[in-house]
């Protein structure tokens, strides 16, 4: 959070806030069986107000992960950005706060499984929960951060050129 909150304090009002789905993963979005074109985006029971770049982390989150190796898979990575930002353009200041933004949704979404278990379940450990995993595992090797940054390079100076 520290991270985070220091990036985003030297960005300044760069930054845009709206609602927040929080939970964007494959169950979520209402398809065309034809086409696989994506027609609605389903339960808004975790939408909140906050920073838009969340949505991006979470999207990576969910899509981009590499379950075996609790990583994120940076060609997934790659698709996943090139497709957002040639929809709505994704800013510098929302890219530079993406891996700390990626790192406060494993933290949180692990925060919000372990605690309620931790009170009502005396059996419970830690390393049941694969969020708390994935958020070890990307804290612990941040090789991942130097990748995704250049990966939003790449994709911005694409679109300038285009």
């Given at each position: 959070?520290?991270?985070?909150?220091?990036?985003?304090?030297?960005?300044?009002d760069e930054l845009n806030e709206g609602i927040i789905h929080h939970d964007l993963h494959r169950e979520n979005f209402l398809k065309n069986a034809k086409t696989g074109q994506i027609?609605?985006?389903l339960d808004f029971s975790e939408a909140h107000q906050g920073y838009l770049v969340f949505d991006l982390a979470v999207l990576l989150g969910y899509w981009a992960i590499d379950?075996?190796?609790a990583n994120l898979d940076m060609e997934k990575c790659r698709q996943l950005l090139s497709a957002y930002n040639d929809t709505k353009p994704i800013t510098?200041?929302?890219m530079r706060l993406l891996p700390h933004a990626v790192l406060l949704y494993f933290a949180t979404d692990a925060t919000g499984?372990?605690?309620?278990?931790?009170?009502h379940t005396q059996s419970f450990t830690i390393?049941?929960?694969?969020?708390?995993?994935?958020?070890?595992?990307?804290r612990e090797n941040r090789?991942?951060?130097?990748e995704l940054s250049t990966i939003a390079a790449d994709i911005m100076s694409?679109?300038?050129h285009c």
């Open positions: 959070m520290e991270r985070f909150e220091t990036a985003r304090v030297q960005i300044g027609k609605a985006i379950r075996d190796k510098k200041a929302h499984y372990i605690l309620p278990r931790l009170r390393a049941q929960c694969n969020m708390y995993e994935r958020f070890k595992t990307l090789s991942w951060i130097a694409s679109k300038a």
